[in-house]
T-cell receptor
Framework: QKEVEQNSGPLSVPEGAIASLNCTYS??????FFWYRQYSGKSPELIMS????GDKEDGRFTAQLNKASQYVSLLIRDSQPSDSATYLC????????FGQGTELSVKP | NAGVTQTPKFQVLKTGQSMTLQCAQDMNHNSMYWYRQDPGMGLRLIYY???????DKGEVPNGYNVSRLNKREFSLRLESAAPSQTSVYFCASSPQGASPLHFGNGTRLTVT
């Protein structure tokens, strides 16, 4: 079993909707969690980091962390076609481990 | 401000050939990483260096070696390339282990 698991995707949402991306991890000792966005043919770019339980908001993005359930999610409000990309969850387990990514498509 | 620079951008090798992928960062970061990315597999860690002078295996180290030449540079070597090593390779760095990573632009490697 992979240490960091994401929705298999692809996920398709209409423009203006909320996109919900989920990630589970296996190491209960993990303390640092990140969401990266990757456009096709480009390198990953950091969009959110979260270190404590609860919600963290940054513009249209909200990261949610529940360490008891070993679950971290990313909500994208008012989704735009420019949000269409692959979203990668990453968990620090002594070293940074990535999930397989979820492809998001936002339809106009 | 170059950030993380990887060379080359593209490379085609024949099975059995060797090559070194170069990575340099100018942000005075302590930690450096090499990942490979294959379709549907996300990013898989090959090797990392938590600080100058140290290197550790990641999830998929077989067939690779690394050298942390100094604080700026972290190279990845394929001694005898195999078609299974066809992939996109990303180098990344961070100030310290728990910090977010800064990625290079990647090297697209094809082994025939």
């Amino acid at each position: 079993q992979k240490e960091v698991e994401q929705n298999s995707g692809p996920l398709s949402v209409p423009e203006g909707a909320i996109a919900s991306l989920n990630c589970t991890y296996s190491d209960r000792g993990s303390q640092s969690f990140f969401w990266y966005r990757q456009y096709s043919g480009k390198s990953p770019e950091l969009i959110m980091s979260i270190y404590s339980n609860g919600d963290k908001e940054d513009g249209r993005f909200t990261a949610q962390l529940n360490k008891a359930s070993q679950y971290v999610s990313l909500l994208i409000r008012d989704s735009q076609p420019s949000d269409s990309a692959t979203y990668l969850c990453a968990v620090m387990e002594g070293k940074l481990i990535f999930g397989q990514g979820t492809e998001l498509s936002v339809k106009p | 401000n170059a950030g993380v620079t990887q060379t080359p951008k593209f490379q085609v090798l024949k099975t059995g050939q060797s090559m070194t992928l170069q990575c340099a960062q100018d942000m005075n970061h302590n930690s450096m990483y090499w990942y490979r990315q294959d379709p549907g597999m996300g990013l898989r860690l090959i090797y990392y260096s938590a600080s100058e002078g140290t290197t550790d295996k990641g999830e998929v180290p077989n067939g690779y070696n690394v050298s942390r030449l100094n604080k700026r540079e972290f190279s990845l070597r394929l001694e005898s390339a195999a078609p299974s090593q066809t992939s996109v390779y990303f180098c990344a760095s961070s100030p310290q282990g728990a910090s977010p990573l800064h990625f290079g632009n990647g090297t697209r490697l094809t082994v025939t």
